[in-house]
Nanobody, 116 residues
Framework: VQLVESGGGLVQPGGSLRLSCAAS????????MSWYRQAPGKERELVAR????????NYADSVKGRFTISRSNAKNTVYLQMSSLKFEDTAVYYC??????????WGQGTQVTVSP
């Protein structure tokens, strides 16, 4: 099983980034997918979640209206489009797969830094 995040980097405040998470080794279309983040000295927090079918999404209040989660079950990939980025969005972003039963997997994380 692998979850490989990409797309992180350094961006100015107000800028945009798109994160991708490529999945392999499990039945991607059967799993809800989420993005979490962890800033230095803080606990890991849920950013956004999308159901296995892609029909339903939910977001942390801090990112509503700025971030969009989506997925392609054909490509086994989940995305996080981030816009209007703020200093407080700086964190390591992790991809998480969960089938709601027993199986859950984490990616290795990708760093997002918002700075002038």
């Amino acid at each position: 099983v692998q979850l490989v995040e990409s797309g992180g980097g350094l961006v100015q405040p107000g800028g945009s980034l798109r994160l991708s998470c490529a999945a392999s080794g499990f039945i991607f279309s059967a799993y809800d997918m989420s993005w979490y983040r962890q800033a230095p000295g803080k606990e890991r927090e849920l950013v956004a979640r999308i159901t296995s079918s892609g029909v339903s999404t939910n977001y942390a209040d801090s990112v509503k209206g700025r971030f969009t989660i989506s997925r392609s079950n054909a490509k086994n990939t989940v995305y996080l489009q981030m816009s209007s980025l703020k200093f407080e969005d700086t964190a390591v972003y992790y991809c998480y797969a969960n089938n709601g039963i027993l199986n859950a997997y984490w990616g290795q994380g990708t760093q997002v830094t918002v700075s002038p």
